[in-house]
C-alpha cells in the first residue's frame, strides 16, 4: 500500500519559520517514514510468521481484502500506551496492537477496528480503547456500519483497571450503536474474558472454524474451578458457538472465507437506522411464476419439507444469506432481496422438529427480526408450525418468556410485515407468527394451510369428551379447520393465493408498502421479556 | 418424411377416421414417465385416463396429467404398484375399459392379464399365454429354437441351490451369466467368470429377484464375448398381423442396464436387419403375439445373431424406434388391444433418419450410487434447430419441486434426439445435454456427456463391454481439457463480472479464476458495452445472451462459438456452474483476495476409516454382525436397499465392532454412520 495514501498530520510543520522547515522536517520525515515502517510490521517479521503458520492472515492483511482495494484510511497510527509498570515503558509498538480506520465496502463507507496478534497478543490497552472509541464515535457521527475483527489475547493485563476501563468505554459504545448502524463482529483469533461482551452485543458475530474461540473463562481456569477438562474447541470453538450457543451466526472455513462472506452481508444491509438497504439491479422477474411451489407441500400434513427450498425459489435470483444455519433450525432465518431490495425471511422449518417454536428458535427469530426492524428492512415471514414445543424441560427453560420474544419483537415491528402461511398455523404460534392480530400487513394462505387452535386429535378430545364416536368428530374437525376458508371468512387472512403466485403477490405488496410509515407510542424503550 | 411414411399416415388417418377411437377410458398401471408418456397418446386419442399412485406419489405428475387418480397403497411397490387387486379394484371403479400396464411392474405378470380378463378388462398388451412362454426363459429358448430363431448355445435349466449354480456354470463353460427367470431388464443379471462368483452372483441374484418379481428362479447360461445388443421392435394384431419396426442398439451398458441406445445399429446390414426382423415375427407368431413386443439378440463380430430373450411389453427405449419410423407404438397397442388390425404394414415401415437415446439417472456417474431429494432446478432442453422441427424429445415424469425418492427406479427421464444421420443425432444430442437443467440431486449426464464424445463411441465401434473397456476404473469425472478451459474461463469471468456489477461501466478489471486446482488470471474489460476477456496471452470477446438470473447463460465467444453455461449457485466467492454436463465450483477473486486464499491452510477431512457409512440413502435391511463381534475387512456386515437393489455393505477394515449406530429398518441418509470398529 502507498505510504502517500495514509494520513499524515503535516499541518504542524507549516508554522515553522522557513529557513528551520527543511532541516526539520527532513528529520521528522526519516523518523515518520521509520515508525510508519514498524506499524507495518506489526511486533515484527517472526510474529507475522507465526500468525501465518497458525492459517491466519494479520490484522492489516485481512483489512486488505475486507476493504475495496486502497480505499483503506488509517487513523492513530502512531499511537502508542502510556503504561510505565511492569517493564512497559521499554516495550512500544507504534499503533499499539490495533489497526483502526475507515474504508469502503462496495464503495459504501465503512468504519473498522482489527486486532493485532503480533503486537502484545491483540491485548487491550486504555490507548488501544481509545483508537476503538474514535472510529465508533464516527461511525455513529456519519451513519456507517461498524467492523470490529477481533484476536485478541483480552486485557492488558499490565495497565490493569485502566484496560477494563477501555473495554467499557467500547461497551457503552457498542450499546448506543446498537439500532444506529450495522455491527458486525468477526472473531478470527481468541476473544476472552471480558472481550467478549463486545462481539455479544454485536448485531452479528463471525467466527473462522478451527482459528478463532470465544469464552468467558478459558480451559485452564475451567479445569481450576470446576475440575471439567474441555479443549479451547469444544469449550469455545465455532461448533460450540454456531450449534450449541447460539452466539455466533456462521462460520467459515478461513479468514478470507469470513471476510468475503462479511462483505457479501454488508451487500444487503443500510448503512444506518435512517436509511434503506441499497437496491440491486435484477432481471429475476418480480413477475416470475414458480409452478413448483404449487406441488411443493406435501398432500400429508406429517410429511417434512424443507422451507429452505421455498425461500430460495421464492427470492431473487436464488440468493439467500442465512443467518445462524446451524443453531436452532427449526426456524430459518436470513437476508434475501425481492425485486432487488432486502428482506429478512422468517421461515418455520417443517424438516427440523416439525417446525415447531421452541425456546431457542424463539431467541433466534426474535433477534433477527429487531435487527430487521431496526434497520428498515421489510419482513417476510413464511408460516408452517404445529406450535410451541411442549414439555416439561421447555416449560422449565421458559418457554413462556422467551416464546414472548418473538411475539413482542413482531408485534412492536414497524417495517412492512408479510406472511404467508404455507401449511399449519396452530394455536398461539399463529398469533406470534405475524399475524393479522399483531399489525402484518399483508397475510396470505396457500391453499394447503390449516388454520385452527390445535390439531385435531386434541382438540376433538376436549370439545367432544365422551362421544361414542371420536373418529368421526374428527374428521368433522378436519373438515371444518384444516382448509384456508375459516380464516379467510374472518379476513385474517387477506387472501389465499397459488403458491405459484406468491412471488408476484409479495413483489408487488412490498412495492405499495415501501412508503409505510407507521409509528409506536413515544417511549424510552419498551420492556421486552428477556 | 419418406414417402413411404407419409403414405402410411394418410392410411392410418383414413383409419382412425372410419373406425371410433379403442377405448373411452384406460387406466395406467405404472408411475412416473412411462405413464406420461401412455397418457399423452390417449389424449391425443380423446381416451379419458386413469392414474394410480402409492401415497408419496398424490403429487406426481403422472397423477396431475390423468383425468381421474386412484391411491392404490403406500410407498413401497409391492403393496402398491404391484397390487394387482388394488388396481383392478380402480379399474372397476373408476370403469376403465382398459389397462396400460407401461414397463416393470406388472406389465409382464399374465396373472394381472388373467384377473382383468375376469373383471372383464382389457389388457392392453399381449395375450396371457404370450406372456406366460416369452416370459419363462427356458421355455421361450425352447418355443424359439422351434420356431427357427437362431439361439445362444448354453444350458436351460432351473437352479435349485448355490452348488447346482457351480455345476451348471463349469459344464456351460466360462464365463456365465446368472439372472432371474422372471422379468427382464438387468435386475438380478450377473456375470460370473469362476466358481466363487457364481457363488455370489447366485445369493445376490436370487435376493434381487426375490424382491423384484416375486419369484427367485435363476439361470445360467453362456456369456458370449463382445456382443452388441441390438434388438427388434415388433407389433402384432389379432388379425394375423406382424411387422417389425427394425432394430435398436443397445450396446451401451453397465452392469446390463443400459445407458445410451440409438436406432438404427450403425453395425448390421440390410440383410441382417431383414434376417433379424423375420425371426422375430416368427417367434411372435409362434406364440400368437398380439401387440407391441421386443425380440433381443447378441450379435457377435461376425453379425451371428443369436436370440436372447422376448419382452413382451412397451420397452423403456421405445421412442427411438418412432423417431426413425414415424409410428406411435402406444397408439397401435391401443388399436391391437381393441381387436383392430395394425395401421401399418410391413411396407409401410423404413428408416428415416437416426434417433439417439440416454437415459438421465438421478445416481452418481462416478460412484454409481442414487441420488435422492428435491428437484430445485429442472428444465428440459428445447434444441431448435433450422432445418427441422423435430430434434429432441424428452420422456419425463417430473417437473421443477418434484422429488426422487427412495422407493422407484431412479430414472429421471429419456432424452432422445433425432437428426438425419448419426453424427447429427448426437451432436444434437450433446447440445440437448449441455441445455438440460437439473439440479438438487445428482445425475448421470457427465457420464452420458462422456460417451457422446467418445472417439470409439462415435466411431460406432462398441459393445455391450464398451463401458468397462473405455473405462476400466470406472468413469472418474470430466476433467477439464485444454480446449474446454478456453471456454469456461472467459464466460466464468464475464459471468462473475455481471453478477458483481450490476450497473457496469467501461472499465478493466483484473481477476484470478481457479477451477479443478488450476488457477488462471484474467483481464475483463467492458468498452463500449462488449465485454473482453483477456488470458493466458488471448483475448477473447464475449457476449453474453442471459440476464443475471436464469439458470441457463449463453455466452458466444467471439461471435462465432456458444458456450451453454448453467450457472447453479453463488455463494459471494464459488460459483456453482454445470459446463459440457459436469458440476463445477469455479471461484472467482480479485489477484489481491487470491494471493491470500493461496496462503490459507487446506483442513484435513475427518478421519472415518474406523467407521462404516452407508454410501448412499436407502432402507437399512439387514445387519449381520453384533457389538464385539470380531470380522475380517470385505466381510458383509449389513445391506442397504436403495432404488430396488440390495446394496451389500462390507467391513472397512478388520477388527471388532464397538458400536452399531442404526438398527434393521431404519431409512438411512448417504454418509450416516452404520458401525464403529476398535
Not at chain 2, 452399531?660 to 441418509?669: E, F, L
Amino acid at each position: 500500500m502507498a505510504l502517500s495514501r495514509f494520513y499524515i498530520p503535516c499541518h504542524a510543520l507549516v508554522k515553522l519559520a522557513p529557513q528551520t522547515r527543511t532541516a526539520v522536517t527532513s528529520v521528522v520525515l526519516e523518523r515518520l517514514e521509520q515508525k510508519k515502517k514498524e506499524a507495518l510490521l506489526g511486533g515484527g517479521q517472526h510474529r507475522i510468521d507465526a500468525q501465518h503458520k497458525k492459517g491466519k492472515l494479520t490484522a492489516r492483511e485481512r483489512i486488505e481484502v475486507l476493504l475495496d482495494e486502497g480505499s483503506f484510511v488509517e487513523w492513530d497510527q502512531l499511537v502508542e500506551h502510556d503504561c510505565i509498570d511492569w517493564g512497559m515503558d521499554k516495550t512500544h509498538f507504534a499503533g499499539d496492537g490495533v489497526v483502526t480506520g475507515t474504508g469502503t465496502v462496495n464503495g459504501r463507507q465503512v468504519f473498522l477496528f482489527s486486532q493485532d496478534f503480533t503486537v502484545f497478543g491483540g491485548s487491550l490497552s486504555a490507548a488501544y480503547a481509545s483508537k476503538i472509541c474514535k472510529i465508533m464515535d464516527h461511525a455513529e457521527m456519519v451513519g456507517a456500519p461498524l467492523l470490529g475483527l477481533n484476536d485478541s489475547g483480552g486485557a492488558r493485563i499490565q495497565e490493569g483497571v485502566a484496560s477494563l476501563g477501555g473495554y467499557g468505554d467500547i461497551f457503552l459504545r457498542n450499546v448506543l450503536l446498537s439500532g444506529v448502524v450495522p455491527q458486525i463482529s468477526l472473531i478470527m483469533g481468541p476473544c476472552a474474558g471480558g472481550a467478549v461482551y463486545s462481539p455479544a452485543i454485536t448485531d452479528f458475530t463471525f467466527m473462522v472454524k478451527g482459528t478463532s474461540h470465544m469464552f468467558i473463562t478459558g480451559p485452564d481456569v475451567v479445569k481450576q474451578v470446576t475440575n471439567e477438562t474441555v479443549t479451547q474447541e469444544e469449550l469455545g470453538g465455532s461448533a460450540a458457538h454456531c450449534s450449541t450457543s447460539g452466539c455466533a451466526a456462521g462460520a467459515c472455513e478461513n479468514d478470507v472465507h469470513l471476510l468475503l462472506q462479511t462483505r457479501r452481508l454488508l451487500d444487503f444491509l443500510p448503512s444506518n437506522n435512517q436509511e434503506k438497504s441499497p437496491v440491486r439491479p435484477c432481471s429475476d422477474p418480480a413477475e416470475r411464476e414458480i409452478p413448483a411451489l404449487d406441488n411443493i407441500v406435501p398432500n400429508s400434513p406429517i410429511s417434512p419439507y424443507d422451507i429452505k427450498h421455498i425461500v430460495e425459489f421464492l427470492v431473487d435470483e436464488g440468493d439467500f444469506f442465512e443467518i445462524m444455519p446451524d443453531y436452532a433450525k427449526n426456524i430459518v432465518v436470513g437476508f434475501a432481496r425481492m425485486n432487488g431490495e432486502t428482506v429478512g425471511i422468517v421461515g418455520n422449518q417443517p424438516l427440523v422438529a416439525a417446525g415447531c417454536l421452541d425456546i431457542n428458535a424463539s431467541v433466534k427469530g426474535a433477534r433477527f427480526v429487531r435487527f430487521c426492524d431496526s434497520f428498515n428492512i421489510p419482513l417476510i415471514i413464511l408460516e408452517d408450525v404445529p406450535g410451541f414445543l411442549p414439555g416439561t424441560q421447555q416449560e422449565h427453560g421458559g418457554i413462556i418468556k422467551h416464546g414472548a420474544k418473538l411475539l413482542y419483537a413482531l408485534a412492536e415491528a414497524t417495517v412492512p410485515k408479510l406472511t404467508v402461511i404455507t401449511r399449519k398455523a396452530y394455536g398461539g404460534a399463529y398469533v406470534v407468527m405475524n399475524s393479522k392480530h399483531i399489525r402484518a400487513d399483508v397475510n396470505y394462505a396457500w391453499p394447503s394451510s390449516e388454520i385452527a387452535v390445535m390439531g385435531s386429535k386434541g382438540a376433538v378430545a376436549i370439545i367432544c369428551r365422551g362421544d361414542p364416536d371420536l373418529a368421526k368428530r374428527e374428521e368433522e374437525y378436519i373438515d371444518t379447520f384444516a382448509n384456508p376458508f375459516p380464516t379467510a371468512k374472518k379476513g385474517f387472512v387477506d387472501d389465499v393465493i397459488m403458491p405459484r403466485d406468491t412471488r408476484k403477490r409479495l413483489c408487488a405488496d412490498l412495492k405499495w408498502l415501501r412508503n409505510k410509515s407507521q409509528k409506536n407510542p413515544w417511549k424510552k424503550h419498551g420492556n421486552i421479556p428477556l | 418424411m419418406s414417402r413411404t411414411g407419409l403414405l402410411a399416415q394418410f392410411k392410418r388417418t383414413l383409419q382412425t377416421a372410419s373406425v371410433t377411437k379403442p377405448f373411452e377410458k384406460v387406466l395406467i398401471a405404472n408411475r412416473g414417465e412411462i405413464a406420461c408418456r401412455v397418457m399423452k397418446t390417449c389424449r391425443s386419442l380423446g381416451i379419458k385416463t386413469v392414474a394410480v399412485h402409492s401415497d408419496v406419489d398424490d403429487r406426481a405428475l403422472h397423477v396431475r396429467m390423468a383425468d381421474e387418480a386412484v391411491c392404490v397403497g403406500p410407498a413401497p411397490s409391492s403393496q402398491s404398484y404391484l397390487d394387482m387387486q388394488a388396481i383392478v379394484n380402480a379399474a372397476v371403479s373408476t370403469g376403465a375399459q382398459a389397462v396400460h400396464p407401461g414397463y416393470g411392474f406388472l406389465s409382464e405378470n399374465c396373472k394381472f392379464a388373467q384377473l382383468l380378463e375376469e373383471n372383464g378388462i382389457s389388457f392392453i398388451g399381449p395375450k396371457e399365454r404370450a406372456i406366460q412362454a416369452m416370459g419363462d426363459k427356458i421355455e421361450s429358448k425352447i418355443i424359439a429354437r422351434a420356431a427357427g430363431v437362431n439361439c445362444i448355445p448354453g444350458f436351460d435349466g432351473v437352479v435349485e441351490d448355490e452348488a447346482a449354480a457351480v455345476r451348471i456354470a463349469n459344464e456351460v463353460g466360462y464365463p456365465v451369466m446368472i439372472k432371474a427367470s422372471a422379468g427382464g431388464g438387468g435386475k438380478g443379471m450377473r456375470v460370473a467368470w469362476n466358481d466363487s462368483e457364481v457363488k455370489e452372483g447366485f445369493k445376490l441374484s436370487s435376493e434381487e429377484a426375490a424382491a423384484s418379481f416375486g419369484d427367485d428362479r435363476l439361470l445360467i447360461e453362456r456369456f458370449i464375448d463382445n456382443p452388441r445388443h441390438i434388438e427388434i421392435q415388433i407389433l402384432a394384431d389379432s388379425h394375423g398381423n406382424c411387422i417389425y419396426l427394425n432394430e435398436r442398439e443397445c450396446s451401451i451398458q453397465r452392469r446390463n442396464q443400459k445407458v445410451v441406445e440409438e436406432a438404427p445399429s450403425s453395425f448390421i446390414t440390410p440383410e441382417v436387419r431383414k434376417a433379424m426382423g423375420e425371426q422375430a415375427c416368427q417367434l411372435a407368431q409362434a406364440v400368437d403375439y398380439q401387440s407391441a413386443g421386443t425380440v433381443e439378440f447378441l450379435v457377435d463380430s461376425q453379425m451371428n445373431f443369436y436370440f436372447l430373450e422376448m419382452n413382451t411389453r412397451l420397452q423403456v427405449e421405445h421412442p427411438i424406434t418412432e423417431c426413425i419410423t414415424g409410428v406411435d407404438i402406444v397408439d397401435e397397442m391401443l388399436r391391437v388391444a381393441a381387436g383392430y388390425p395394425l395401421s401399418y404394414s410391413q411396407s409401410d415401415i423404413g428408416i428415416n433418419g437416426w434417433a439417439v437415446e440416454c437415459r438421465v439417472y438421478a445416481e452418481d456417474p462416478v460412484r454409481y450410487l442414487p441420488s435422492i431429494g428435491l428437484l430445485t432446478k429442472y428444465t428440459e432442453p428445447s434444441v431448435q434447430h433450422n432445418d427441422s422441427k423435430l430434434g429432441v424429445r424428452c420422456d419425463s415424469g417430473i417437473v421443477e419441486g418434484s422429488s426422487i425418492s427412495i422407493h422407484y427406479d431412479p430414472m429421471i427421464s429419456k432424452l432422445v434426439t433425432y437428426g438425419p444421420d448419426r453424427t447429427s443425432a448426437i451432436e444434437r444430442m450433446e447440445r440437448a445435454l449441455d441445455e438440460y437443467v437439473i439440479d438438487g440431486i445428482t445425475h448421470n449426464t457427465p457420464l452420458l456427456r462422456e460417451i457422446l464424445g467418445n472417439e470409439r463411441f462415435r466411431s460406432g465401434d462398441i459393445s455391450t463391454k464398451f463401458l468397462e473397456e473405455e473405462y476400466p476404473k470406472g468413469y472418474s469425472g470430466g476433467a477439464l481439457t485444454a480446449l474446454q478451459k478456453g471456454e469456461l474461463v472467459p464466460s466464468v469471468a464475464v459471468l462473475h463480472h455481471l453478477k458483481t456489477n450490476r450497473t457496469p461501466s467501461d472499465d478493466s478489471v483484473n481477476y484470478v479464476i481457479s477451477c479443478d486446482e488450476e488457477k488462471v488470471p484474467v483481464t475483463v474489460t467492458l468498452q463500449n458495452g462488449k465485454y473482453s476477456v483477456t488470458f493466458e496471452d488471448k483475448t477473447v470477446e464475449v457476449s453474453p445472451t442471459g440476464g443475471t438470473h436464469g439458470t441457463l447463460q449463453e455466452f458466444k465467444l467471439d461471435s462465432t462459438s456458444v458456450v451453454p453455461l448453467q450457472h447453479l449457485r453463488f455463494d459471494g466467492v464459488t460459483h456453482t456452474v454445470r459446463y459440457r454436463c459436469c458440476k463445477r465450483d469455479v471461484t472467482v477473486l480479485t489477484p489481491l483476495q487470491q494471493k491470500y486464499m493461496d496462503t490459507m491452510p487446506v483442513k484435513v477431512k475427518e478421519d472415518t476409516s474406523n467407521l462404516l457409512i452407508s454410501p448412499m440413502p436407502g432402507s437399512l435391511s439387514s445387519i449381520s454382525v453384533e457389538e464385539g463381534d470380531e470380522v475380517l475387512e470385505g466381510t458383509e456386515v449389513a445391506i442397504v436397499v436403495a432404488m430396488k437393489m440390495n446394496n451389500s455393505l462390507k467391513a472397512p477394515k478388520s477388527g471388532k465392532i464397538k458400536k452399531i449406530w442404526a438398527k434393521v429398518g431404519d431409512i438411512v441418509d448417504g454418509d450416516q454412520k452404520i458401525l464403529e470398529f476398535y
